[in-house]
C-alpha cells in the first residue's frame, strides 16, 4: 500500500480529484531504494501486483522522469494504457530474405541471439522492415541505442495543464525509410520472447516524444511508434517477429502526446524466417 496516502488525499473532499500532481516518490513515500520496482511498470499484471490499490479505485501512474510521478483516474487501465500481446496472430508466416549468408555470417556465430542482436538480424534480413510495411525491405544497419535524458509534456487527461515528463527514455532502435510512398521514421520498441504478456503504451510513446523533443525531424517525415517481438526456436530452425505499429494523435514535435489515445493501426504481422543459417 505504497501510496495509499495520495488515494487518502485524492478521496478526501466533496467530489475527490480525478488526478495526482506531479510528486517525486521517495520526498512523499519516505522509502528509499525501491522507486524503480514502483514505477518502472512495463506490463499490467506487473502494475496489478505492484499497486493493487491504485486498481482498485481505477488510478493510473504516470511515470515522469528522476523518481516522479502523477496518478490519474481511468475508466478502464488496461484497455487505455496498455497493448496486449493478444493481437498478435499466433501462426506466423514464412519470411524469405534475399540477404547473403556472408551479411548473416555474424548473427550465425552468436551463442544467443539477445533482444537487440534479434532487431539487429530482423532489419539485415528484412522482416522487420517487411512487417512495418515499408515500401522497400533492403537491409538497414541498426543504429545503437539512443538512451538519454528528455523533456517532453503528457496530456493530463483531467485537467488543461500538461504534466511534464524530465529523466530518461530508452530507445532500442529507429528505422528510416518510405511507406506508402512518404518518409517515415518508425521508433521501435523491442522486447525477446513469444507474445505472452502486455505492454505499457508510455514505453511506445516515450521514445517517440523524447526523439521529436530535440526538434531534428522535418515535418515531411511521419513518425511512427512501432512494437516488435521477436524469439529464436531452436527445436524448428525458425526465427519469429511479430510487428505492430501505433498512431498518437498529436505532432510530438509541438504537442503533448494523450497516452490513452495511442492506438493501433492495421492488422499486426507475425512473420519468421526458416533455416537462414543453415
Not at 191 to 213: F, N
Not at 257 to 277: C, R, S
Request: charged share 20%.
Amino acid at each position: 500500500m505504497t501510496l495509499s496516502k495520495c488515494l487518502a488525499e485524492l478521496q478526501s473532499g466533496d467530489n475527490g480529484k480525478k488526478w495526482f500532481p506531479k510528486t517525486k516518490f521517495t520526498e512523499y513515500t519516505g522509502i528509499k531504494g525501491k522507486t524503480p520496482q514502483n514505477l518502472s511498470i512495463d506490463h499490467y499484471q506487473n502494475y496489478v501486483n505492484t499497486h493493487p490499490e491504485l486498481l482498485e479505485n481505477g488510478m493510473y501512474l504516470f511515470r515522469l522522469g528522476r523518481g516522479c510521478f502523477s496518478l490519474v483516474e481511468s475508466r478502464n487501465l488496461l484497455e487505455q494504457y496498455f497493448v496486449d500481446d493478444k493481437m498478435f496472430p499466433s501462426k506466423g508466416d514464412r519470411y524469405v530474405s534475399s540477404a547473403s549468408q556472408q551479411d548473416l555470417f555474424s548473427f550465425s556465430i552468436m551463442p544467443k541471439l539477445t533482444e537487440n542482436t534479434l532487431l539487429s538480424l530482423g532489419l539485415a534480413t528484412g522482416v522487420i522492415q517487411a512487417g512495418l510495411g515499408m515500401d522497400s525491405e533492403e537491409p538497414i544497419p541498426s543504429p545503437s541505442e539512443a538512451n538519454g535524458s528528455y523533456k517532453f509534456e503528457i496530456k493530463n487527461p483531467h485537467n488543461s495543464e500538461n504534466f511534464i515528463h524530465d529523466g530518461q527514455v530508452e530507445i532500442d532502435t529507429v528505422v528510416f525509410g518510405k511507406m506508402n510512398g512518404e518518409y517515415t521514421l518508425f521508433v521501435i520498441e523491442g522486447k525477446e520472447g513469444k507474445p505472452s504478456t502486455t505492454l505499457a503504451k508510455h514505453k511506445l510513446a516515450y521514445p517517440v516524444m523524447a526523439l521529436a523533443s530535440e526538434g531534428n525531424i522535418p515535418e515531411y517525415i511521419n513518425i511512427v511508434p512501432a512494437y516488435v517481438r521477436a524469439w529464436q526456436d531452436v527445436k524448428n530452425n525458425s526465427i519469429h517477429y511479430c510487428i505492430a505499429t501505433f498512431g498518437m494523435d498529436c505532432n510530438p514535435r509541438n504537442s503533448a502526446v494523450d497516452l490513452a489515445e495511442l492506438k493501433l493501426t492495421g492488422n499486426p504481422k507475425h512473420l519468421y524466417l526458416q533455416n537462414i543459417f543453415s
